[in-house]
């Protein structure tokens, strides 16, 4: 997604608490001939938000898009859950968005465009055992994108989920380097492959754009076919 709105021409403020990748990804995104800038920030964090929101608008001004794509999955049995863990996944996939759309919404108000994308998840329609931490924290997601979207239909900023379904990232390692999980759940997708992250990327640029301003409070399913069966 970064990359693909470098491409669009956007300035990047990119955000992680892995400072290397970070680096990684704004010389990326520089070579396409646009602007970026890294903040090492766990989302989950109030103080680090408040930080990050001050530190962003200091190098670029008043944000026009915001993508919170912080993510973890934790599998295993409910009975086997830790409150910590179950926590854990709360905190990074629903309080993150929380406090990250609480942060920078005010400035981005008064603009008469702005865009939200929440990476949401096709757990947030459908489950699997072993996931219920994860179905739980995206199912509120996509409820949590629904009622910002009205909140912040008189804005002009529209507000959307986009829910990817298998896709070879570093969430599904596990499956990916297991030759017989991996066997397993190509044989469950409709068109026999995993998602490139290249497609969400090209669907973030739309969403952003103004083609989609007629477009918000919905959920973009990109799945291979996986929901439709």
Not at 22 to 27: C, D, I, N, P, R
Not at 72 to 100: C, G, H
Request: charge should be neutral; charged fraction near 20%; hydrophobic fraction near 45%.
């Amino acid at each position: 997604m970064a990359l693909a709105l470098a491409e669009a021409g956007a300035k990047l403020a990119l955000v992680s608490r892995n400072l290397e990748q970070l680096k990684t990804t704004a010389v990326a995104v520089r070579q396409l001939g646009t602007d970026a800038d890294v903040f090492q920030t766990d989302v989950t964090d109030e103080q680090q938000v408040r930080r990050l929101e001050t530190g962003v608008t200091e190098k670029f001004g008043n944000p026009h898009i915001l993508i919170n794509n912080a993510g973890i999955n934790l599998r295993k049995p409910v009975t086997d859950f830790a409150l910590d863990e179950w926590r854990q996944v709360m905190d990074t996939n629903v309080t993150s968005v929380f406090l990250m759309c609480r942060a920078f919404l005010p400035r981005m108000k008064g603009n008469g465009y702005g865009r939200i994308i929440n990476m949401t998840s096709i757990m947030s329609h459908v489950a699997l055992a072993g996931r219920a931490a994860y179905c739980a924290s995206k199912t509120a997601l996509l409820g949590f994108t629904r009622a910002l979207a009205l909140e912040l239909a008189p804005e002009k900023i529209t507000v959307n989920g986009i829910s990817p379904g298998p896709f070879a990232t570093e969430l599904n390692a596990p499956i990916l380097q297991n030759q017989e999980l991996n066997q397993q759940f190509i044989s469950k997708i409709p068109l026999g492959r995993w998602g490139k992250p290249e497609e969400v990327g090209q669907l973030a640029v739309y969403l952003c754009s103004e083609d989609a301003s007629y477009i918000t409070g919905t959920d973009f399913i990109i799945d291979g076919g996986w929901t439709a069966q």
